[in-house]
């Protein structure tokens, strides 16, 4: 619950509702995606310092404070700021979402996992977060409705914005709840400061890390499969002006869809442990790819609207399965737990840069062609991506096989 709901303010309300968003906040897709990329910014600046901190002090510690840190933020969304206050409270989220929270989630669960089911510990962790995800959008896309008119030919900027707030709340109190929860239910997990509560043991942790090729070769893989999660955010939009859906449908469809993210993450971590987590996420890859490449041919083409929405389901199960196995890597590259939340901010500060040049880009790329054409250009832009990623995985898998020879 934790781990989705602290991602809900800057990240559900622009991929579930991104056409309200728009409109109310008065902005394009262009703005939006310049104020996401302070939350890139920030958050690319928050990664490293994050998984040090993460490897001595308490994951129940950091992930309540971050949570509570978060819902304050979205009190000020209320307040429909401008293009400057936007960009503002986006920049405070990529610290207050991170600095403190995210490696340590990370090096929790991989302490859960143990050295046999990382697979399934880290499909488990991006499932239950994709169904409390899902869950939590669900009734957002309720409360979106309950202040929508039954005609939205009619409906007012006000009415909009009333909808737009009490989603906010919505999200605002969820992310308030899971502190609480967290910082009563969770235990204090065994850290490493007695291990490492020295300084030249902590330098020859960063720099350990600092020279492993095969985290670097994470790292782009993360990336390439973050893109394509990235790219999940334009998908009502997609609905909207491809589809003709009208809004409500449109954040009806993107959270029904959401639904498969435990079905792909959960799935990936059991197929992980009986293969390896370098096979699924090359699969996975090979399968984005070709995704891709027919949403591009049929972009354009009415007459083949079921084809795209049984494509839309391989997409997103492909996409989510990625996320739920690229960390559990670490333990066939046989990562030390001792820098563990080290490693993640490394992988993340890299991996996660798709915060500060994803949106603005995809944001251009429509704009600049609005219709089919730039649809067709932005899925090109997601299928290079995949391929890069495929690319990496390869090397990873034989750098992996090398070390350890059958």
């Known amino acids: 619950m ?7 303010l800057p990240f559900h309300l622009v991929r579930y509702f991104r056409p309200t ?36 002090l308490s994951a129940r510690r950091l992930m309540s404070i971050s949570l509570l840190a978060t819902a304050l933020g979205g009190f000020y969304l209320t307040t429909i700021p401008g293009q400057m206050g936007l960009s503002i409270v986006f920049g405070y989220w990529g610290v207050t979402t991170i600095l403190l929270f995210w490696s340590a989630m990370i090096r ?7 050295k046999l089911a990382q697979g399934r510990a880290f499909g488990i962790l991006d499932g239950g977060r994709g169904l409390f995800g899902a869950g939590a959008a669900t009734i957002a896309v309720f409360f979106l409705a309950a202040f929508f008119p039954k005609d939205l030919e009619n409906i007012s900027p006000d009415q909009r914005r009333q909808a737009m707030v009490a989603v906010i709340y919505f999200y605002t109190f969820l992310t308030m709840g899971a502190a609480i929860l967290i910082w009563f239910i969770i235990p204090d997990s065994g850290n490493n400061k007695k291990k490492n509560n020295n300084s030249s043991n902590r330098l020859s942790g960063i720099v350990t890390v600092l020279k492993n090729r095969s985290a670097w070769l994470q790292a782009i893989i993360v990336i390439c499969a973050y893109c394509g999660y990235r790219g999940l955010d334009f998908y009502a939009l997609y609905g909207i002006d491809i589809l003709g859906m009208n809004e409500v449908s449109a954040a009806r469809f993107v959270s029904n869809a ?4 435990p079905v792909g993450a959960i799935l990936a971590g059991f197929l992980a442990d009986r293969f390896s987590s370098k096979k ?3 699969v996975t890859f090979t399968l984005l790819i070709i995704c891709y490449a027919i949403l591009m041919i049929f972009t354009s083409n009415h007459s083949a609207y079921m ?10 199960l492909a996409v989510y399965a990625l996320r739920g196995v690229y960390f559990a890597l670490f333990e066939e590259m046989q990562i030390s ?38 649809y067709q250009n932005f899925f090109l832009f997601l299928a290079c991506f995949a391929g890069v990623g495929l690319i990496a995985t390869s090397i990873l ?8 020879p059958v």
């Open 2 to 8: 934790g781990g989705e709901i602290i991602f809900g």
């Open 21 to 56: 968003f728009i409109d109310v906040f008065n902005i394009s897709n262009t703005q939006l995606g310049d104020a996401m990329a302070i939350y890139g910014v920030t958050a690319m600046l928050s990664y490293f310092p994050g998984g040090i901190i993460a490897d001595y």
């Open 108 to 114: 929790a669960t991989r302490e859960w996992g143990g």
């Open 258 to 261: 959401t639904f498969l993210r």
């Open 280 to 282: 699924v996420i090359g």
């Open 307 to 316: 084809v795209l929405m049984i494509n839309f389901v391989f997409t997103f």
């Open 337 to 374: 737990g001792t820098v563990t939340g080290t490693t993640v901010g490394l992988v993340s500060i890299i991996g996660f840069t798709p915060d500060i040049f994803f949106n603005s880009i995809a944001g251009r790329i429509i704009d600049a062609s609005p219709g089919y054409q730039g």
């Open 397 to 404: 898998a034989y750098r992996i096989k090398s070390r350890n």
